[in-house]
C-alpha cells in the first residue's frame, strides 16, 4: 500500500491489482462500465474515435472527450492499456499528441 501525503487526508490507495477495481466505485461508473464493454467486445486495440462511436451505436451517447477522460482514467487504474498508435505519425509533433489505442488488460478483463 502507498500512503499520499500530499492531501487532507492520508487515505491508502492500494498498488497492487485492486486499483483495478476503481472504476466499479466511481461516481460515473456506468460510464466506465459501458467503455470497458466496448473494449471486450473487440478484438482489436481501439482509438478514443472508435471507442466513442462503438459507444453511440449501442445507445450511450457521450463527448469524444468525456470518453478521452474516461479511457485515461482507466488506463490509470491499469484496467486497460494504452498503447501510441504509430500507424498515424507523419512527423514528430505527432509523438507529442496523445494518439493512443486502447485494450483490455489481464486484471481489467477479470474484474469485467
Not at 502507498?2 to 492500494?14: F, H, R
Not at 468525456?66 to 501510441?84: F, K, M, P, Y
Request: hydrophobic fraction near 40%; avoid cysteine.
Amino acid at each position: 500500500m502507498t500512503i499520499q501525503t500530499d492531501g487532507p487526508s492520508l487515505e491508502a490507495v492500494p498498488d497492487d491489482a485492486r486499483i483495478t477495481l476503481s472504476y466499479l466505485n466511481a461516481t460515473e461508473s456506468a460510464d466506465y462500465i459501458a467503455v470497458m464493454d466496448v473494449l471486450e467486445a473487440s478484438i482489436n486495440d481501439l482509438s478514443p474515435a472508435q471507442v466513442t462511436a462503438a459507444l453511440a451505436a449501442a445507445g450511450r451517447y457521450l463527448p469524444a472527450d468525456v470518453v478521452e477522460n474516461r479511457l485515461e482514467s482507466l488506463r490509470d487504474w491499469r484496467a486497460i492499456t494504452g498503447t501510441q498508435d504509430t500507424s498515424r505519425i507523419l512527423r514528430h509533433s505527432d509523438l507529442l499528441l496523445r494518439n493512443r489505442r486502447y485494450a483490455l488488460t489481464q486484471a481489467g478483463r477479470q474484474v469485467h
